[in-house]
């Protein structure tokens, strides 16, 4: 799949989940309600940023619990 077809695809979608990486960034980017995770680098720097409902979970050495995940990612879908 090309970034453009992701990029169509992310900006329908209801809310996306997932870690750091540049898919994750650009659904913020599309304002696509987005769930980030964290477990091997501090979302203080690498963190997703932007309009809209965001949520970095987790951290370096911390992962976060699949409720945490869950309970954001409802809260969205709410």
Excluded: C, W
């Amino acid at each position: 799949m090309s970034i453009p077809e992701l990029a169509s695809l992310l900006s329908g979608a209801r809310a996306a989940v997932g870690v750091d990486t540049g898919l994750t960034h650009l659904a913020v980017a599309l304002k696509t309600p987005t769930v980030a995770i964290y477990t091997a680098t501090d979302p203080g720097l690498t963190g997703v940023l932007g309009a809209g409902f965001h949520r970095n979970l987790g951290g370096k050495a911390q992962t976060p619990s699949a409720d945490a995940v869950l309970g954001e990612l409802q809260g969205v879908l709410a």
